[in-house]
């Protein structure tokens, strides 16, 4: 028996690209303890680059140099985790074909060649928007279960505006 849909509904339908997984990744960052935690860890290790510089240009003796290249290292990572992981899930979303998703005031239905799912407001209470994407993710310090919805899979500026406001009637912005 099918579910009786009321009030505003929308439609998306898109290919994702790795743009849009790096993007939603980021903005997970922003919502997740462990995102916090990383950028944190970026603060430390800038911190220690410019204790280097400091050092180096007084011509006083200087951190080793193990600390001088994980100071380096670490920030290269997190700038650049976001990307990688983003082309692993891009592969892997690609072999799924076109995604089909049904946005209504219950949640998000999605549908790809593959596979059907469906999430309510309640599993992901919270979203983010960015540049690209959209970004609902569950209400765990980490937000381990996220959903991204590029906006170029809606028809137009008016859509990603109705978005937006059915959003913000069934989830909290952070």
């Known amino acids: 028996m099918e579910k009786e849909t009321t009030g505003d509904v929308l439609e998306?339908?898109?290919?994702?690209?790795a743009e849009d997984f790096t993007s939603a990744l980021r903005a997970r960052m922003r919502m997740s303890r462990t995102g916090r935690r990383l950028?944190?860890?970026?603060?430390?290790?800038?911190?220690?680059?410019?204790?280097?510089?400091?050092?180096?240009?007084?011509?006083?003796?200087?951190?080793?140099?193990?600390?001088?290249?994980?100071?380096?290292?670490?920030?290269?990572?997190?700038?650049?985790?976001?990307?990688?992981?983003?082309r692993q899930i891009q592969r892997l979303a690609g072999r799924q074909g076109v995604w089909r998703v049904t946005v209504t005031e219950e949640g998000i239905a999605l549908t790809t060649d593959t596979t059907t799912t469906s999430v309510t407001w309640?599993?992901?209470?919270?979203y983010r928007e960015t540049e690209r994407v959209f970004v609902l993710a569950s209400d765990d310090k980490n937000a381990t279960g996220f959903t991204m919805l590029p906006k170029h899979g809606l028809s137009d500026d008016a859509d990603v505006d109705r978005f937006r406001e059915l959003l913000n009637r069934h989830v909290a912005r952070c």
């Open 39 to 86: 950028r944190a860890l970026f603060v430390v290790a800038g911190f220690f680059l410019v204790l280097e510089a400091v050092l180096l240009a007084t011509g006083k003796p200087g951190v080793p140099l193990v600390l001088l290249v994980g100071s380096v290292a670490v920030p290269l990572m997190i700038l650049s985790s976001p990307w990688l992981m983003a």
């Open 122 to 126: 309640q599993a992901q209470p919270r």
């Open 12 to 17: 998306l339908t898109y290919r994702p690209v």
